[in-house]
């Protein structure tokens, strides 16, 4: 008989969770809701990779989100003595390399642009938001407690990447970027 781990434990029925060195923490702890944010806009690229091709842009989604588990078990790791499952400096450069691939295929914005065009666009658009929140999240732990900088420069140049990825996407379904009329 094949046993299998159940997916709730009652354990954090009392308001608190576990970290990755298994001390407990309410909750609403900044660290939680730090890495809350991070699983929230993996399950975002998560949507946006049901609805890409087999294009470099699946590739790349696919890769961020192997990457966020990395940044998520980063912010779960209070311990800054315990160097396991750290985000990168080679994580960041990734994503820097990608924008740089990628915005040499298109065209220079001269005006704000608004969310939406494709529906790919969109979802990428909204995880582009997440990733900020994400970002402010993160920051804001920063400033309570030691954690390693790379996690927030990574969702920053994440942003970024998503921001690119979603022009990319219009382009590559030949509907216009919306331009912002103030």
Not at 149 to 164: I, K, Q, T
């Amino acid at each position: 008989m094949i046993s299998f781990m159940k997916i709730y434990t009652k354990t954090g029925d009392g308001g608190k969770t576990s970290l990755f060195d298994n001390s407990r923490v309410w909750k609403s702890n900044n660290r939680i809701i730090s890495y809350g944010a991070v699983d929230e806009l993996n399950s975002a690229i998560g949507i946006a990779l049901t609805l890409e091709g087999n294009t470099i842009l699946s590739k790349v989604l696919s890769q961020i989100q192997n990457n966020l588990f990395v940044v998520g078990s980063d912010l779960a790791n209070p311990d800054m003595e315990n160097q396991k499952i750290r985000t990168t400096k080679e994580m960041i450069e990734y994503l820097e390399e990608c924008i740089d691939r990628l915005e040499n295929e298109l065209t220079e914005l001269d005006s704000f642009i608004l969310p939406g065009g494709s529906m790919l666009s969109s979802v990428l658009h909204l995880a582009r938001t997440i990733a900020r929140r994400a970002e402010t999240h993160v920051v804001a732990l920063s400033q309570e407690e030691k954690i390693t900088e790379n996690a927030f420069v990574y969702l920053n140049r994440l942003s970024d990447l998503l921001f690119v990825m979603a022009r990319t996407a219009n382009k590559e379904k030949n509907v216009k970027d919306i331009i912002w009329k103030p």
